[in-house]
């Protein structure tokens, strides 16, 4: 079960990686907006997903996804000025950096929840 888990969080969290770069770095009409939402909240959520989906396929390189994740958020935001439609903005570059983080710590808190209940059984 485990092992599964980890190979849908893998296809999950690279499939992530790949939709952020194509509509963060594809002109600004291909950018797909959820209605009710945000750019913001979409920017948090879409990194939340990445960050908390590589987390879990990789647990034992939870720092370097992290470390890596930010990374990404950094070289996407500048790879946007490079894009006459788009604009790279620091607070652009908070927001999802917030997302990577909350998406983190919720994959550290799953898997803390996960080892109680199979010591408890």
Do not use: C
């Not at 879409?46 to 958020?73: C, D, E, M, N, T």
């Amino acid at each position: 079960m485990e092992t599964n888990l980890r190979r849908i969080a893998t296809v999950i969290g690279w499939s992530a990686v790949v939709a952020i770069a194509f509509v963060t770095l594809a002109p600004i009409d291909s950018r797909p907006h959820f209605p009710g939402y945000g750019p913001d909240i979409e920017r948090f959520l879409a990194f939340l997903l990445l960050s908390g989906a590589l987390s879990v396929a990789y647990p034992r390189r939870f720092a370097l996804v992290i470390v890596l994740a930010i990374a990404f958020v950094i070289g996407l935001e500048a790879a946007q000025l490079f894009e006459p439609t788009r604009h790279g903005r620091p607070h652009d570059a908070i927001v999802k950096i917030l997302g990577v983080m909350a998406g983190g710590a919720l994959a550290l808190l799953a898997d803390k929840v996960a080892r109680a209940r199979r010591r408890a059984y």
